[in-house]
């Protein structure tokens, strides 16, 4: 069956980095897109980035765009998200989420907090 876990988060200061990890297994992974999104408290979900199956296409939200990097290791089965400079406003807890056979796969999160 398709899982997904996401590793990474933590405690961290604003202007701090911090690399999450999201590890799939139970489908062809070079044949998936994969996405990052995020849910803080009392908001919605919101798409985050996403990558190609071939990860020569990126996407991101504009609230992190040069401050967040998706990218993908086939070999590993693994997508990651780079965040640099990160607010307090990034705070949330972070979902990685894939497309396969036509049913959306969530992984359980992983919680992210900026705070000084």
């Known amino acids: 069956q398709v899982q997904l876990v996401e590793s990474g988060g933590g405690l961290v200061q604003p202007g701090g980095s911090l690399r999450l990890s999201c590890a799939a297994s139970?489908?062809?992974?070079?044949?998936?897109?994969m996405r990052w999104y995020r849910q803080a408290p009392g908001k919605e979900r919101e798409l985050v980035a996403a990558?190609?199956?071939?990860?020569?296409?990126?996407s991101s939200a504009d609230s992190v765009k040069g401050r967040f990097t998706i990218s993908r290791d086939t070999a590993k089965n693994t997508v990651y998200l780079q965040m640099n400079s990160l607010k307090t406003e990034d705070t949330a807890v972070y979902y990685c989420?894939?497309?396969?056979?036509?049913?959306?796969?969530w992984g359980q999160g992983t919680q992210v907090t900026v705070s000084s």
């Open positions: 139970g489908f062809t992974f070079s044949s998936q897109s």
């Open positions: 989420s894939t497309r396969y056979r036509g049913s959306v796969y």
């Open positions: 990558i190609s199956s071939a990860g020569d296409s990126t």
